[in-house]
């Protein structure tokens, strides 16, 4: 029986399993996904990249990750699949970022109120992002998607503003 390549990759992040990672598979559908995994009730809006690009998401609370694990999808695809604080533990995010070498792009990343100025570490080639804050070099975000160009990376994947909860109203 041959194993489904979006289950495989998917059930690697989910053990956090990082070694050798080369993106997320294309064409995986969400509603294959969703039979088996036991995602949250509901479902929601976010946007990324510079294109705006509108995503439904569904959150996963999974065993070993600090916060939940979110997996956007754009017309039933999934296309992207971001948590927050992936590690605090310096030693143990010094061993992701050896693991993956020179970032092949940094970009500044908004995170608690404030910008990481080249906090965006980016391996486009490898569908990852991780964002560090060079403080405490902890990894406060972690992003995979599909392999693609720096250029396709920075329209659909970037997180370009913090998430709002409500949106701007007029005065």
């Known amino acids: 029986m041959t194993r489904d390549p979006c289950r495989t990759i998917l059930?690697?992040?989910l053990a956090r399993r990082l070694d050798g990672w080369r993106g997320l598979a294309q064409g995986c559908r969400m509603e294959d996904v969703a039979h088996w995994l036991a995602f949250r009730a509901g479902a929601g809006r976010?946007?990324?990249?510079?294109d705006s690009v509108d995503y439904e998401f569904r959150a996963l609370?999974?065993?070993g990750f600090a916060s939940d694990v979110f997996?956007?999808?754009?017309a039933g695809?999934?296309?992207?699949?971001?948590?927050?604080?992936w590690s605090l533990n310096h030693q143990a995010c010094d061993a992701v970022r050896a693991a993956l070498g020179d970032p092949q792009a940094t970009f500044d990343f908004p995170w608690s109120g404030d910008v990481l100025a080249d906090g965006a570490w980016?391996?486009?080639?490898?569908?990852?992002e991780?964002?560090?804050v060079p403080a405490t070099r902890a990894i406060v975000r972690l992003a995979v998607f599909p392999p693609?160009?720096?250029?396709?990376?920075g329209r659909r994947y970037r997180k370009i503003a913090p998430a709002r909860e409500f949106p701007d109203t007029p005065a």
Request: glycine fraction near 4%; include cysteine; hydrophobic fraction near 50%.
């Open 61 to 63: 609370a999974q065993p």
């Open 122 to 128: 980016v391996w486009p080639a490898r569908g990852i």
């Open 71 to 74: 997996f956007h999808s754009h």
């Open 77 to 85: 695809v999934l296309e992207l699949v971001t948590t927050d604080n």
């Open 130 to 132: 991780i964002a560090v």
């Open 148 to 153: 693609c160009s720096v250029e396709t990376y």
């Open 46 to 50: 976010a946007f990324f990249g510079s």
């Open 11 to 13: 059930e690697a992040l």
